[in-house]
Each structure stands twice: as structure tokens, then as C-alpha cells.
């Protein structure tokens, strides 16, 4: 599956931006994937901020955005979302959305190894 990220871009501290990652999959498979949110800082590991299993019933987020973002997806639009709230300068990080065809399992995947094709990553840059 091909993955298109977009939606990042520069906010205040405190504001709000809305990521959205359309998937290029055929008839009606996307909804067998798991999906996740992952983000990167220069020298550091890409980490899982928030995924959500193929049926959208689990979800995971990491303590550093629990309550601020919220990831969500439309089968129908083959599109996964993350709104990101309260938004903080440590926030700032290149942003990858991420899937991983789950026809033979289910549950939340939090682990980038776990996961199949990633995005192009779009940049979110967060001011003080």
C-alpha cells in the first residue's frame, strides 16, 4: 500500500494542526489494516505516538500526547487521521503515518519493525 501524509506545517504553542495520511489500496482492504502515527527527531529513533488496530476498537497513544491527540480513520475515505491539540514545542518532529495489512492478525501495533509501509513524513514545527 502507498501512503500520502499531509497537513503539517507550523503552529504556536497551544494551537492545533490535523495530519491526514490517504492510503492507495484496492477495494475494500484498507479496513484490514493496522494504522499508526510515528515521529522522528533528528538523531533520535522514530517513536509510536499513536496507532489504531484494523477494527479502530484498540488504540494506543504515548503518554507524551495521551489526551492531546487523537487518531482516527474513515474506511470509506482509506484515510487516517491525527489531530494533534495543545500543541508543544516537543512536538516538533517529522511525522510518519503507517500501515500494516493485519488479514491474518489483529490488535495495536506500537512498534515501527511491526509495520509494512510508511509514509513520506510531513513536518510539524511547533513555536514557543
Known sequence: VQLQACGGGLAQAGGSLRLS???????GTFSRYGLGWFR????????????TSRSGGSLYYSDSVKNRFTI??????KT???????????????YYCTAKDQILSS???????????????????VSS
Open 21 to 27: 495520511c490517504a492510503a492507495s489500496v484496492s477495494g
Open 40 to 51: 522522528q527527531v533528528l538523531g533520535k529513533e522514530r517513536e509510536c505516538v499513536a496507532a
Open 72 to 77: 482516527s480513520r474513515d474506511n470509506a475515505k
Open 80 to 94: 487516517v487521521y491525527l489531530q494533534m491539540n495543545s500543541l508543544k514545542p516537543e512536538d516538533t518532529a517529522v
Open 107 to 125: 490488535g495495536v501495533l506500537t512498534q515501527a519493525t511491526e509495520y509494512a509501509s510508511w509514509g513520506q513524513g510531513t513536518l510539524v514545527t
